[in-house]
Antibody, heavy 115, light 107 residues
Framework: EVHLVESGGGLVQPGGSLRLSCAASGFTFNRFWMHWVRQAPGKGLVWLSR????????NYADSVKGRFTISRDNAKNTVYLQMSSLRVEDTAVYYC????????WGQGTLVTVSS | SYELTQPPSVSVSPGQTARITCSGD??????AYWYQQKSGQAPALVIYEDNKRPSGIPERFSGSSSGTVATLAISGAQVDDEADYYCYSTDSSGIEVFGGGTKLTVL
């Protein structure tokens, strides 16, 4: 059975940093691009970033470019999202996912940016 | 930046066909995917590559794409189909994007 389990969310002050992790199991992790998607309370889904199979290619939405960094460790079947210079508007549930014909999603982790 | 445009809401009676559209300039060249999200749950894929159904998705869900508009159709809509629906695709440079979402009401 496939599992994507996000962790690392919590309360952080504006301007602070946080690193999210997503541990994968039940599928061949190193054959899939991995993505991060977020959803602010009561709002829609927003794609944030993706990373290629070997980590050599990364892409970001304009809203997080320069502040967020995606990475992966295929030996640990884990993808990360390092978030810095956090803003109140970054408050959201953060999902890791591998969207596509073979479609995997985690249950999300809540990040709250507030003073 | 690239945008996919969906109507904020669609309402149908049970048994009718619900149609949700998604407009985007790159859709003639890029596939559309459709996700269903029920309250408090992660999104679930209902259509991929414009018109293909994943295993386990009922036949009443179908997708099509023509020009710059992709459409999700739910024939014989049921109360259980009430959810938010999102289209998903990429722009010409490979950046991915979701539409703003459509709240489907079946009553």
């Amino acid at each position: 059975e496939v599992h994507l389990v996000e962790s690392g969310g919590g309360l952080v002050q504006p301007g602070g940093s946080l690193r999210l992790s997503c541990a994968a199991s039940g599928f061949t992790f190193n054959r899939f691009w991995m993505h991060w998607v977020r959803q602010a309370p009561g709002k829609g889904l927003v794609w944030l970033s993706r990373i290629s199979i070997n980590g050599s290619i990364t892409n970001y939405a304009d809203s997080v470019k320069g502040r967020f960094t995606i990475s992966r460790d295929n030996a640990k079947n884990t993808v990360y999202l390092q978030m810095s210079s956090l803003r109140v508007e970054d408050t959201a549930v953060y999902y890791c996912a591998s969207p596509g014909p073979i479609d995997y999603w985690g249950q999300g982790t809540l990040v709250t940016v507030s003073s | 930046s690239y945008e996919l445009t969906q109507p904020p809401s669609v309402s149908v009676s049970p048994g009718q066909t619900a149609r949700i559209t998604c407009s985007g300039d790159a859709l003639p060249e890029k596939y559309a995917y459709w996700y269903q999200q029920k309250s408090g749950q992660a999104p679930a894929l209902v259509i991929y590559e414009d018109n293909k159904r994943p295993s386990g998705i009922p036949e009443r869900f179908s997708g099509s794409s023509s020009g710059t508009v992709a459409t999700l159709a739910i024939s014989g809509a049921q109360v259980d189909d009430e959810a938010d629906y999102y289209c998903y695709s990429t722009d010409s440079s490979g950046i991915e994007v979701f539409g703003g979402g459509t709240k489907l009401t079946v009553l």
